[in-house]
């Protein structure tokens, strides 16, 4: 199975961007479809995940972000963005009981 990020780029604080995610290449369903991000000295950390239809996100997305699943797309709507959101967006599904990732995405939010 392989994953297709798109959507990055360059943003001012407050602004938005929408990230996509499109898995190509899977025989059996998967239930698990979620974004991570890690940014320069730091830890890849969950910013959201849907399993099975149920969003579930980290303690600083504090309602600025939905994600959202159209079948094998996954999308992330990022709102007010922060400059601490800087970061390489990364999207992950779980399938066969493996994480598989995608190439990464550059949000960058700077005035």
């Known amino acids: 199975v392989q994953l297709q990020a798109s959507g990055g780029g360059s943003v001012q604080p407050g602004g938005s961007l929408r990230l996509s995610c499109a898995v190509s290449g899977r025989i059996l369903p998967i239930h698990i479809m979620g974004w991570y991000r890690q940014a320069p000295g730091k830890q890849r950390e969950l910013v959201a995940r849907?399993?099975?239809?149920r969003a579930n996100y980290a303690d600083f997305v504090a309602g600025r972000f939905t994600i959202s699943r159209d079948k094998d797309t996954v999308n992330l709507q990022m709102n007010s963005l922060k400059p601490g959101d800087t970061a390489v967006y990364y999207c992950?599904?779980?399938?066969?009981?493996?994480?598989?990732w995608g190439q990464g995405t550059l949000v960058t939010v700077a005035s």
């Open positions: 849907i399993e099975s239809g």
């Open positions: 992950n599904v779980v399938y066969l009981g493996m994480n598989v």
